[in-house]
């Protein structure tokens, strides 16, 4: 099956830095990685994804670029601020599945210093 | 109001009880899923439901059983708690479950302590 993994598992930037998490995944045939955010005591929601026919997507300041030769993708939030504070994983969908069944990554841990 | 809404939120039990936790969707989705966030944070697939019928079924005690009414309901039984058994619990949905490219809505999560 398809195996994502994510790193840092820990990460801490000052307010107006950038974050950057990088995530790679094993399956060549994965065609849509999406990236969800969990705020404390809530569910993950879906920030941004991306599909394997396209390398950069924008939405305000998240990026999410994708390097499928080098199986690789990374979520970059531009201009930190405190409430971007959250567990943040990447996931990859197997190409060879037809169910959706997500592999996600282990989760980063971002804090957001003021 | 929520699209998808689980209960209880918490849930602190004894070992050897049986419990279970209740989730329904108001988006008209047609898949439903359980997933099991450990201590880690790690978000593993337990099952998936496309209208009523079981169509992921991963390497889960059968201690867990999944129940389906209607597309817009999926419950989960659990028999015989563990300590290994506390997480927390979180139900989701998507609109198909065939695509390649769907968005999950998931719910607030039901924390399950097992004493």
């Known amino acids: 099956g398809e195996n994502v993994e994510q790193h840092p598992s820990t990460l801490s930037v000052q307010e107006g830095d950038s974050a950057v998490i990088k995530c790679t995944y094993s399956?060549?045939?994965?065609?849509?990685f999406p990236w969800y955010k969990q705020e404390l005591g809530k569910g993950p929601q879906l920030i941004i994804d991306?599909?394997?026919?396209?390398g950069e997507k924008k939405d305000q300041r998240i990026a999410v670029t994708l390097n499928k030769t080098a199986k690789h993708f990374s979520l970059h939030i531009t201009e930190t601020q405190p409430e971007d504070s959250a567990v943040y994983f990447c996931?990859?969908?197997?190409?060879?599945?037809?169910?959706?069944?997500?592999?996600f990554g282990a989760g980063t841990t971002v804090t957001v210093r003021a | 109001d929520t699209a998808v809404s689980q209960t209880p939120k918490y849930l602190v039990t004894q070992m050897g009880n049986d419990k279970s936790i209740k989730c329904e969707q108001n988006?008209?989705?047609?898949?439903m899923y359980w997933y099991k966030q450990d201590s880690k944070k790690f978000l593993k697939i337990m099952f998936s439901?496309?209208?009523?019928?079981?169509?992921i079924n991963e390497t889960v005690p059968n201690r867990f059983s999944p129940k389906s009414p209607d597309k817009a309901h999926l419950n989960l039984h659990i028999n015989s708690l563990e300590l290994g058994d506390s997480a927390v619990y979180f139900c989701?949905?998507?609109?198909?479950?065939?695509?390649?490219?769907?968005?999950?809505?998931f719910g607030s999560g039901t924390q399950l302590s097992v004493l």
């Open positions: 996931a990859a969908i197997p190409g060879s599945l037809t169910n959706y069944k997500l592999s």
């Open positions: 399956d060549s045939a994965s065609n849509y």
């Open positions: 989701a949905s998507s609109r198909t479950g065939g695509g390649t490219n769907e968005k999950l809505f």
């Open positions: 439901y496309n209208n009523k019928e079981l169509i």
């Open positions: 991306i599909r394997s026919n396209v």
């Open positions: 988006l008209g989705h047609d898949t």
